[in-house]
């Protein structure tokens, strides 16, 4: 589709494609998810033994089907602020040998009837990465190694030999670690100064990679943009770590609480500020440790969060898997969650990994009712598009249009894009975001990639409309005609997915 170069109308916007504006590969890292024991997520979500769709493990099926629908590349495992009060040790060996624990972080009774062992099971029948992060709130460097050596290590020696006798012959091969979690948080069990953690990290990863050589390690970055030592901390911690560590970590979650529609349309404005920010400061340090080799982000925590409810789900008792913050997730977050994608994509060769948080019912794009069926939320459908068709390589786009106020990051593009080139097929996917509230035609200037034909163009507009147990699919992608020479039409407020194929090709 060519359209003219000229004046843009004030409810138009144009983006011109060209296949040699390269950022990088669309990672399957990107497309990760999270399962911590928090609430429901693992026991009623993942791990629901005597559901009707559970397996001889009590892994439930019918989440394990959308989770592989889902499209989740990498899951991070088990935390997340649990992890930072966890002893590994409890999760294996015969479930009925398992110790319960009090867990701090989200004042839960911890019963282990689930652990590493059942989540690399998991993991296998899911299709996913496993992503697992060391406590180094409460332990250190030694437990660590032990973790590791039980996973990793092919036998012969005290923890993998453990693991043998627990039923895993082979290792678990997990690449990727996180050394820790949030440790900047004083909410943190355990929380570290960056000095304090920048050495402890340093110090476990040189002894990981002595028992691993094999293993890609995450430093924790910041909590989020807002912390007070945010990018004091990244540098600090950065200054112990560089030379041992693949990524560093960034964690964001955006609340729409307070009714600013606007503003929550515009959250990943704030998320592309937070990644340039932290790849700046990370290139900081290389400059001044003369490294050559630049890190990675870690994204491996992001989503909608209406946080504000939190503090009421933690008024009561110590209790087993309460149920926290299961928000229900509304067709203007799906809209949020598809826009953070885009951003994600759009830093494809800074971003190598990133996690939405979390898998089911904690903020998931899953929830489930003990006992029942498990179905998809609002934001389930974005995530899942973008996973099948976000494949090949993130092309640059800079779209031209029209811009407007939001009390919260003030005058933002109204269109934010991305398109990925599956060079294989030659298929084209353009995603775009109109966060206005009027609607606007898209023009898509295919000049450098002739041939393309429209084949597809699906979206979701922003309202108050959720998915629940009865009425599933209330939201869902509605299809829209297919684009023209004139432009694609997007809907004010709305998410969309824009694809182009070669006429050979099946649609």
Known sequence: MDTSAGHVAQHTAKVTIDPAFRIGPADR???GSFVEHMGRCVYGGVFEPGHPSADGLGLRGDVLELTRELGVSVVRYPGGNFVSGYRWEDGVGPAGDRPRRLD?????????????????????????EPMMAVNLGTRGVQEACDLLEYANHPGGTHFSDLRRKHGAESPYGIRLWCLGNELDG???????????????????????????????LVACGSSNRGMPTFAAWEATVL???????????????????????????????????????????????????????????????????YQQRLAADLDRDWVEAPALIEDTFTATDAVVVGDLLITLLRHADRVG????????????????????????????????????????????????????????????PSVDTVAVHDEE???????????????????????????????????????????????????????????????????????????????????
């Not at 009774?109 to 689930?114: C, G, L, S, V």
């Not at 990290?201 to 293993?215: F, G, H, L, N, Q």
């Not at 503003?263 to 050559?292: C, G, N, P, W, Y």
């Open 186 to 216: 004083p909410w943190q069990v355990g929380h570290k100064t960056a000095d304090e953690y920048g050495r402890l990290a340093a110090e476990t990863a040189r002894a990981m990679k002595m028992v691993d050589p094999s293993v890609s």
């Open 353 to 412: 990994v990133a996690c939405q948080a979390q898998l089911a019912n904690v903020i998931g794009p899953i929830r489930t009712v003990d006992g029942g069926p498990a179905w998809r939320q609002s934001i389930f459908h974005p995530f899942a598009l973008t996973a099948r068709h976000a494949r090949g390589t993130v092309l640059r786009t800079e779209p031209v249009g029209p811009s407007h106020d939001t009390a919260r990051y003030g005058l933002v």
């Open 104 to 128: 701090l972080a989200w004042k839960s009774i911890e019963t282990n009837a689930f652990g590493l062992d059942e989540f690399m099971t998991w993991a296998r029948a899911a299709g996913v």
């Open 239 to 305: 200054e112990h770590t560089y030379e041992h560590v693949d990524y560093i970590s960034a964690h964001t979650y955006y609340d729409p609480t307070d009714g600013d529609r606007a503003s929550i349309l515009a959250s990943a404005v704030d998320m592309d500020a937070f990644i340039r920010e932290v790849v700046a400061t990370a290139d900081h340090v290389a400059a001044k440790q003369r490294r050559t080799r630049r890190l990675k982000v870690s994204f491996d925590e992001w989503n909608v969060w």
């Open 29 to 31: 890292r990107l497309f």
């Open 425 to 507: 097929s030659g298929a084209l996917a353009v995603f775009a975001v109109n966060r206005g509230d009027t609607d606007l035609l898209l023009q898509i200037d295919l000049r450098a990639m002739p041939g393309l034909v429209p084949a597809e163009h699906l979206s979701i507009e922003a309202g108050d409309a959720t998915n629940t147990a009865d009425a599933p699919d209330r939201v869902t992608p509605r299809v829209r005609p297919l684009p023209t020479a004139g432009g694609v039409p997007l809907k004010a407020a709305s998410w969309n997915l824009i694809r182009f194929t070669h006429p050979h090709e099946e649609r």
